[in-house]
């Protein structure tokens, strides 16, 4: 009975031990939010350049269209549009951007 008394605790302090190693190996994985503050800026440019190229088009004024969001290179439009035209511009001007991956569009037209 003292052996598998002994055995157990032996198989027990090892899980302990595992635990422990597990929880050291993960550690290392905080330091990863400070590499994501290149992508946010990178994603900060990306959606300037799509309100500025929007802001160029003589055909979009009177439109009340920005670009809302842009993470990895996928841009979010948002606001309003005079009619189809203006959306599918602001749209197409959006994927035309350098760096835009994507677009979704989700403008409205009035």
Not at 35 to 64: H, N, Y
């Amino acid at each position: 009975m003292k052996q598998i008394h002994s055995a157990l605790a032996l198989v027990v302090f090892s899980a302990v031990l595992a635990g422990c190693a597990t929880t050291e190996a993960q550690a290392p994985k905080a330091a990863a939010p400070a590499a994501t503050a290149p992508a946010a800026a990178a994603d900060a440019a990306l959606t300037t350049a799509v309100k500025t190229a929007l802001g160029k088009e003589a055909q979009l004024s009177g439109a009340k269209i920005t670009a809302a969001a842009t993470t990895d290179g996928a841009v979010t439009l948002s606001g309003t549009a005079k009619n189809e035209w203006q959306q599918y511009l602001a749209g197409d001007i959006a994927k035309k951007t350098a760096g835009v991956k994507s677009v979704k569009n989700s403008i409205k037209v009035d």
